[in-house]
T-cell receptor
Framework: GESVGLHLPTLSVQEGDNSIINCAYS??????FIWYKQESGKGPQFIID?????DKRQGQRVTVLLNKTVKHLSLQIAATQPGDSAVYFC??????????FGKGTMLLVSP | GAGVSQSPSNKVTEKGKDVELRCDPI?????LYWYRQRLGQGLEFLIY????????KSGLPSDRFSAERTGESVSTLTIQRTQQEDSAVYLC??????????????FGNGTRLTVT
């Protein structure tokens, strides 16, 4: 899993598996969280967001879970595909107008 | 435009030279951000512009770094007397003003700066 401040971890999965990427955040004032996907040579791409008044939000093949009690955020990707291979970042707003990013988790999907 | 546009995409410069990086945000986005990303690292906040308000410069690492924004459009990030530790990808993002930290940032593909 990932925590703001740790080295980049790697998650390797097989195509078709479900993937879970974890993130621990530290700022209890954060009320907005985002997951981004970054492919090599590109800027981060928005995947899904969640506000602190929710504990789960679903998108297309992705689900974000928020546990405010333990300050934990996760991204679940269903039926992972080779095109999902990228670095995934969680970000929190800390109650401010800017986002603080973790260092990311690399997802490697094998065909 | 369709997305955030940054130029140049790559810049190689000699130590001590000044560089200027450009960002064109998404039309209608009044909030604009600059971030720095070192190799294999997360994104480090540099500066934030919101409309006509004074920018939040709290992330600028030194006085060699500065940024300007013309109205609610183009922004330039200037690095004076570049150092090797300035080598990184500089990412620009924009978002809707109403979000105030609660709406997604839309990123460009960045400028990869290499200081030799």
């Amino acid at each position: 899993g990932e925590s703001v401040g740790l080295h980049l971890p790697t998650l390797s999965v097989q195509e078709g598996d479900n993937s879970i990427i974890n993130c621990a955040y530290s700022n209890s004032a954060s009320d907005y969280f985002i997951w981004y996907k970054q492919e090599s040579g590109k800027g981060p791409q928005f995947i899904i967001d969640i506000r602190s008044n929710m504990d789960k939000r679903q998108g297309q093949r992705v689900t974000v879970l928020l546990n405010k009690t333990v300050k934990h955020l996760s991204l679940q990707i269903a039926a992972t595909q080779p095109g999902d291979s990228a670095v995934y970042f969680c970000a929190e707003n800390g109650g401010y107008s800017t986002l603080t990013f973790g260092k990311g988790t690399m997802l490697l999907v094998s065909p | 435009g369709a997305g955030v546009s940054q130029s140049p995409s790559n810049k190689v410069t000699e130590k001590g030279k000044d560089v200027e990086l450009r960002c064109d945000p998404i039309s209608g986005h009044t909030a604009l951000y600059w971030y720095r990303q070192r190799l294999g690292q997360g994104l480090e906040f540099l500066i934030y512009f919101q409309g006509n308000s004074a920018p939040d410069k709290s992330g600028l690492p030194s006085d060699r770094f500065s940024a300007e924004r013309t109205g609610e459009s183009v922004s330039t990030l200037t690095i004076q007397r570049t150092q090797q530790e300035d080598s990184a990808v500089y990412l620009c993002a924009s978002s809707l003003a109403a979000g105030r930290g609660r709406s997604p940032l839309h990123f460009g593909n960045g400028t990869r700066l290499t200081v030799t």
